[in-house]
């Protein structure tokens, strides 16, 4: 068989359903990749490291006994080879059945510092792809009248801070452009799910200012597999950041401005 392609004959897989999980190559992609494929699903992993890529694929293939991830290297800013890409991801799986965004950037920003090339990568990578790939999924799943998407927003978009205004700006743009999504994509039968992790043990915790109830990768993939079963419109993971957020959101602006977070 082909490299990331699934046999047609093989009855079992194309049982299955299908995901394609775009910034799969570590952190949270991985371990959302690897809890799909232990779920039983085929899982089409997508990112710009392809030999980190590679390498969870042929993890999770050995685990499962056999290929149930395939790798795709594709750098999520070029924007104009994603309609292409996602129409031979479905001729190659045969289906598509959820499509999570988990792609996402965060590099240092010092606190008098504003360097566009760096706001604008945070846009591109965090927004505007999430937007590329997933505007392909709702034009697939509405015709469906069925299908599943997850994007990975965070905590930190839910209020302007001083710490990375990029960065808020673009996983405040992700949450609302999700939350416009659900309200087209609902009475079409299709489930859009917005996950707002706090902090979280990936790479981009070096560039975090804060770090304080940090959970692995692989149970914020937990929650999130069990907010796709329960078909939830919205979580915080942990959960308790929910209550955090709650305090951060009803803060005054005149407190909340001197706020060194």
């Not at 897989?13 to 809890?35: D, F, P, Y």
């Amino acid at each position: 068989m082909s490299k990331g392609r699934v046999a047609a004959g093989e009855m079992p897989l194309l049982q299955r359903k299908r995901a394609v999980v775009i910034g799969a190559s570590s952190g949270i992609g991985a371990a959302l990749a690897r809890r799909l494929a232990e779920e039983g699903f085929v899982v089409a992993t997508l990112a710009r490291r392809g030999e980190a890529l590679r390498e969870l694929c042929a993890e999770i293939n050995a685990q499962m006994g056999e290929e149930r991830a395939l790798a795709y290297e594709h750098d999520v800013t070029q924007f104009e080879s994603v309609p292409a890409l996602f129409q031979k991801l479905l001729q190659e799986l045969k289906r598509i059945d959820l499509v999570a965004y988990v792609a996402g950037v965060m590099p240092p920003v010092a606190p008098a510092e504003y360097d566009f090339g760096k706001d604008r990568a945070m846009i591109e990578v965090n927004l505007l792809g999430a937007m590329a790939w997933l505007g392909q999924a709702a034009t697939l799943f509405e015709r469906m009248g069925a299908g599943q998407i997850v994007g990975i927003s965070s905590v930190a978009g839910d209020r302007g801070r001083v710490g990375n205004p990029a960065y808020h700006t673009s996983k405040a743009g992700l949450a609302t452009y999700l939350e416009s999504l659900r309200n087209r994509l609902t009475r079409h039968g299709v489930h859009v799910l917005t996950v707002k992790p706090g902090f979280v043990k990936t790479a981009m915790l070096e560039n975090a200012r804060a770090s304080f109830g940090a959970v692995s990768p692989e149970k914020a993939a937990k929650a999130i597999w069990r907010a796709i079963r329960r078909r939830k419109q919205q979580i915080y993971v942990p959960g308790w950041w929910r209550w955090v957020m709650l305090v951060i959101q009803h803060t005054p602006s005149f407190i909340f401005r001197h706020l060194s977070f």
